[in-house]
C-alpha cells in the first residue's frame, strides 16, 4: 500500500512520521525480519531503572568468591523487580514452557569475561522460575573464542552451548548459522566488496536468536572498546548475534558504530527477546578494550540489572569516564588515540541513537540508578 504525502493533514503527517520513527532505523540501516512485532522485548518493564549492587568482598585474589556473588545477584533482581523474593523475582521474567539464551562475553578472554559463579546464578534463577537445564542455551558467536575463555568449563550437564561460527575471520560471510529471513541491511561494504550484492551489506541473525529460543538474557561485560567507546549490553548483542559485522569498524577511521550498533539490535528479532541485562563489572576496562589489558583493568566490583540496555550502557559509560578521570585521562568521547586506542573517534553515540529509536532512556533526568553495597 503505497502512501499519498500531499494529501495528509499536518497532523495526519506527524502522526505517520511519529509511527516510522518507532518502527525502526529505517533511516540508519535498512531492517528486515519477519519476526512478528508484538510489544518490544526493549526497554521492557522498567525503562531508565539501573540497579547497581557493589560488594567489597566479591573478588579476592582475582577470584570471584560465589557466596557474596550470589548475595549480589538476590539483591539486583529484588530491586529490579520489586519482587518479594529470588524465586518471584525470577518468574516475573520467565516460566516453564520458555527456551532461555544466555548470550556471554567472552571477547575480552579469560581474563576479562564473566565468572561461572554469575552465570550459574543466573542458571539458578531460571531454574526456580520452571525453565529446565534442558531449555537454557548458552551461546556466543564464536566457539574458538569462548573456549579459550573457559565458559565451556562451566557449563552444567544438561544446559545446551551453541555458537553461530567456528571462529572469527576477516571475511564473515559464512551463513550455515545465520537466518536468511532476518537481517539488517546497511549501505556499508568492506573494500573490494560488490554494493549491488546485497549479501555484503546485511548482516544476519544467528539462527540461535531467531530459531531457537523465545526469550535472551545479556550477560555482558564492563568495558572500552576502540571504535564503539564502550562494549556493554548494546554492543553484546549488536556485534555478538549477526555476521558480516567488522564491516562496522574496519580502519581508524572507517567506523560506522555509531549506527551500526543500534540498528542491529532494533531488529525486532533481537528486540523483542531481550528480557533482562545483567552486566558483570566486578572486573572492567577503562581502555585499550575490547580485550582485557591487565594495565587497563580495575575491580570495580559491581553487577548492574536493567531491562533498559540503553540505561545500562549510559550508567555504564559514566562508571568507566569516572575511572578515566580518576587515572588522569580524557573522556571516552573526547579520547584521542594512542598505543592502546587507535581509533580516531569512540562512537558512544550509539547509546544515544539506541535512545532516540526508543531501545532505552538515554535521558540522565529520566534515568534512575538505585545503588546499593553490600557488606
Known amino acids: 500500500m503505497s502512501t499519498n504525502w500531499k494529501t495528509m493533514s499536518s497532523r495526519t503527517r506527524r502522526e505517520f512520521l511519529r509511527a516510522a520513527a518507532l518502527a525502526g532505523p529505517v533511516a540508519l540501516g535498512q531492517r528486515h525480519s519477519q519476526a512478528a512485532t508484538t510489544k518490544p522485548g526493549m526497554p521492557g518493564p522498567f525503562p531508565g531503572r539501573v540497579v547497581a549492587v557493589a560488594h567489597g568482598g566479591c573478588i579476592a585474589n582475582n577470584t570471584y568468591q560465589p557466596q557474596p556473588i550470589r548475595q549480589m545477584l538476590e539483591k539486583g533482581m529484588a530491586a529490579l523487580t520489586g519482587a518479594p523474593s529470588w524465586t518471584d523475582a525470577w518468574r516475573s521474567f520467565f516460566e516453564k514452557g520458555d527456551v532461555v539464551g544466555i548470550k556471554v562475553s567472552p571477547v575480552g578472554g579469560a581474563n576479562l569475561c564473566s565468572d561461572a559463579s554469575v552465570l ?100 555482558p561485560v ?14 553484546n548483542m549488536s556485534h555478538g548475534m549477526v555476521n558480516n559485522v567488522n564491516r562496522s569498524h574496519l580502519t581508524p577511521t572507517l567506523n560506522a558504530c555509531g549506527v551500526f550498533i543500534p540498528s542491529v539490535v532494533s531488529l525486532p528479532a533481537i528486540r523483542e527477546k531481550a528480557v533482562l541485562h545483567i552486566c558483570d563489572a566486578v572486573k572492567a576496562s577503562y581502555h585499550g578494550g575490547p580485550s582485557g589489558r591487565p594495565k587497563y583493568m580495575w575491580e570495580h566490583k559491581t553487577i548492574y540489572f536493567s531491562t533498559d540496555p540503553v540505561a545500562l550502557d549510559k550508567t555504564g559509560l559514566k562508571a568507566i569516564d569516572e575511572k578515566r578521570a580518576a587515572v588522569g585521562m580524557a573522556s571516552i568521547a573526547t579520547s584521542k588515540p594512542d598505543d592502546a586506542s587507535h581509533f580516531l573517534n569512540c562512537q558512544v553515540e550509539h547509546i544515544e541513537i539506541a535512545g532516540q529509536l526508543g531501545l532505552g532512556v538515554f535521558d540522565d533526568k529520566k534515568i534512575d540508578v538505585k545503588r546499593f553495597t553490600l557488606a
Not at 557449563?155 to 537466518?179: C, K, R, T
Not at 544476519?204 to 530459531?211: L, N
Not at 564492563?222 to 554492543?235: D, E, R
Open 222 to 235: 564492563l568495558k572500552h572498546h576502540q571504535s564503539a567507546g564502550v562494549t556493554i549490553a548494546l554492543k
Open 120 to 219: 550459574h546464578g543466573i542458571m539458578d534463577g531460571l531454574g526456580e522460575a520452571g525453565v529446565p537445564a534442558s531449555d537454557i542455551i548458552v551461546f556466543n558467536r564464536y566457539r574458538q573464542e569462548t573456549y579459550a575463555a573457559g565458559i565451556d568449563k562451566w557449563i552444567p550437564p544438561g544446559v545446551h552451548f551453541e555458537f553461530a561460527s567456528e571462529a572469527y575471520n576477516e571475511i564473515q560471510l559464512d551463513m550455515d548459522g545465520y537466518d536468511p529471513d532476518h537481517f539488517m541491511e546497511m549501505a556499508l561494504i568492506k573494500p573490494g566488496e560488490n554494493l549491488a550484492d546485497p549479501h555484503y551489506r546485511r548482516s544476519y541473525v544467528c539462527k540461535i536468536v531467531t530459531r531457537r529460543i523465545n526469550k535472551f538474557i545479556n550477560l
